[in-house]
Nanobody, 119 residues
Framework: QVQLVESGGGLVQPGGSLRLSCVAS????????MGWYRQAPGKQRELVAR????????NYADSVKGRFTISRDNAKNTVYLQMNSLKPEDTAVYYC????????????WGQGTQVTVSS
C-alpha cells in the first residue's frame, strides 16, 4: 500500500504561481511513476504531469507545457508541481497519483487539493 498526502493548494490570481507537494509513504519502493491529475467541475479527471522513477522522464499535458514543472525529492519521498502563469481554466481539484506496474497494475490516489485561479 502507498499513502499520498497533498498540500499547497489555494486561491491565486491569474498569472500567479503555486507549488503543490505530495508526500508518499508506505511501499514506496513499488512506485514506478508519480503524477498529478486534475478534475474540474463537470469534467473528467485528466493527467497534468507525470515523472517516472527510472530516469526521471517527464510527461506534460499540452495545456500546461511551459508553465508547470513536475519534480521530485527522493530523500523526502516528495513530488512537487510548480505552477506558474496560472489561468482561470487551471481551476480544479488536483490529485497526486502513484503508479506501480512492476507487478500487478496499481494506482494510488491522494485526497486532492483545491486550486482556484480567480481575480
Amino acid at each position: 500500500q502507498v499513502q499520498l498526502v497533498e498540500s499547497g493548494g489555494g486561491l491565486v490570481q491569474p498569472g500567479g504561481s503555486l507549488r503543490l507537494s505530495c508526500v508518499a509513504s508506505g511501499s514506496i519502493f513499488s512506485i514506478n511513476a508519480m503524477g498529478w491529475y486534475r478534475q474540474a467541475p463537470g469534467k473528467q479527471r485528466e493527467l497534468v504531469a507525470r515523472i517516472f522513477t527510472d530516469g526521471g522522464r517527464t510527461n506534460y499535458a499540452d495545456s500546461v507545457k511551459g508553465r508547470f514543472t513536475i519534480s521530485r525529492d527522493n530523500a523526502k519521498n516528495t513530488v512537487y508541481l510548480q505552477m506558474n502563469s496560472l489561468k482561470p481554466e487551471d481551476t480544479a481539484v488536483y490529485y497526486c497519483s502513484a503508479l506501480s506496474y512492476s507487478g500487478p497494475l496499481l494506482n494510488y490516489w491522494g485526497q486532492g487539493t483545491q486550486v482556484t485561479v480567480s481575480s
